[in-house]
């Protein structure tokens, strides 16, 4: 099977595809990136991404090497040249090449990956049952509203997971409040509203995120941004989101259930809020 790739003007087989062995990105991690799903040709929110890559790239301060309407072309070209029906689309972004010093030279021309690859979907039976996690120290550096590409955090978290037979982790900071996942939002329903930490620099502004609470807010779900604790009163429900998840239950954390162990209806209903807009934007 035949993977295309974009690297830095033009579009390879993906075996050929390469960057400089002095890229920044390779060595100091120095770049961002955004995540794409797409569904039979059709990006869920293309360009919200777009401009989560350009901010994140103005908050380092790397000037993107093309404009975010031409990355929006080449997403769906690259998308194109694959194989794939529903894909997940990678863009990565790095400062560019250069002889390795911590002190960025000046006139960098940045690299810009895209790959492509087949969608993730949750199997059945993490739909029916949920997922579960288990709760870390933040161990994170302190701007994790930038989608940086320096990630050996997340992939410690995921590992410790994974090792303790839990499907993500979820940070919590100094005084036991849920943040986010390694690869996720999360959110609780406590006494009936939708809880999610707000935005700052401990937690990165979700696309779906942001879709879940606009949807939530559509139909009549109550929701709330502030600090929360799995020990609340009240708490019936846990969930997170992602690109590539959507929402999904969370149902079991630290080895506990949440609540009866089951998914809860706000969890399903904004799971089908949102599979409904992307079969809208399917048959556009």
Same mark, same amino acid.
């Given at each position: 099977?035949?993977l295309t790739?974009w690297?830095? !003007?033009r579009f390879l087989p993906?075996?050929?595809a390469?960057?400089h062995i002095e890229d920044?990105g390779?060595?100091?991690a120095?770049?961002?990136y955004e995540?794409l799903?797409c569904?039979?040709?059709?990006?869920?929110?293309l =360009?919200?991404?777009l401009?989560r890559?350009? #901010?994140s790239?103005?908050?380092?301060?790397i000037? $993107?090497?093309k404009t975010?309407?031409?990355?929006?072309?080449?997403?769906s @070209? *690259?998308?194109?040249r694959? +194989?794939?029906?529903h894909?997940m689309?990678y /863009?990565q972004?790095?400062r560019?090449v250069a +002889?390795?010093?911590h002190? /960025?030279?000046q006139? $960098?021309?940045?690299?810009?990956? %895209?790959?492509?690859?087949e969608?993730? =979907?949750?199997?059945?039976?993490?739909?029916?049952h949920?997922?579960s996690?288990i709760t870390m120290?933040? %161990?994170? &550096?302190? #701007?994790?509203?930038i989608k940086s /590409?320096a990630l050996? *955090?997340?992939?410690i978290g995921?590992?410790?997971a994974? #090792?303790r037979g839990?499907?993500?982790?979820f &940070?919590l900071? @100094?005084?036991?409040h849920?943040?986010?996942?390694?690869?996720?939002?999360?959110f *609780?329903?406590i006494? !009936?509203?939708?809880?999610?930490?707000?935005l700052?620099?401990?937690v990165?502004g979700g %696309?779906?995120?942001? =879709?879940a609470?606009?949807? *939530?807010?559509?139909h009549?779900?109550?929701?709330?941004?502030r +600090? &929360?604790k799995?020990?609340?009163? !009240?708490?019936t429900?846990c969930?997170m989101?992602s690109?590539?998840?959507a929402?999904m239950?969370v149902? $079991?954390i630290? !080895?506990?259930?949440v609540?009866?162990?089951?998914?809860?209806?706000?969890? =399903?209903?904004l799971?089908?809020l %949102?599979l409904e807009?992307i079969?809208a934007?399917?048959?556009?």
């Open positions: 099977m035949q790739a690297v830095n !003007g993906l075996e050929q390469s960057v920044r390779f060595q100091f120095d770049g961002v995540v799903a569904f039979s040709g059709r990006f869920v929110d =360009m919200p991404h401009h890559l350009e #901010r790239c103005a908050a380092i301060e000037t $993107l090497p975010v309407d031409e990355i929006a072309a080449l997403v @070209e *690259a998308y194109r694959n +194989p794939f029906k894909a689309v /863009i972004v790095t560019g +002889p390795r010093s002190l /960025i030279p006139g $960098l021309t940045a690299t810009l990956v %895209i790959t492509v690859r969608l993730p =979907m949750p199997s059945t039976e993490k739909l029916e949920g997922v996690a120290p933040d %161990i994170r &550096w302190q #701007r994790c509203d /590409i050996l *955090a997340s992939v995921k590992q410790e994974s #090792r839990a499907d993500e982790g &940070w900071d @100094e005084q036991g849920m943040l986010e996942g390694c690869a996720t939002n999360c *609780a329903v006494n !009936g509203t939708l809880v999610t930490h707000p700052d620099h401990q990165l %696309i779906t995120r942001d =879709m609470l606009r949807l *939530a807010q559509a009549a779900i109550k929701v709330e941004e +600090p &929360w799995l020990t609340e009163a !009240g708490l429900e969930l989101s690109t590539t998840n929402v239950p149902c $079991l630290d !080895g506990q259930t609540a009866d162990g089951n998914p809860g209806p706000v969890t =399903m209903r799971r089908e %949102i807009e079969e934007l399917k048959s556009e």
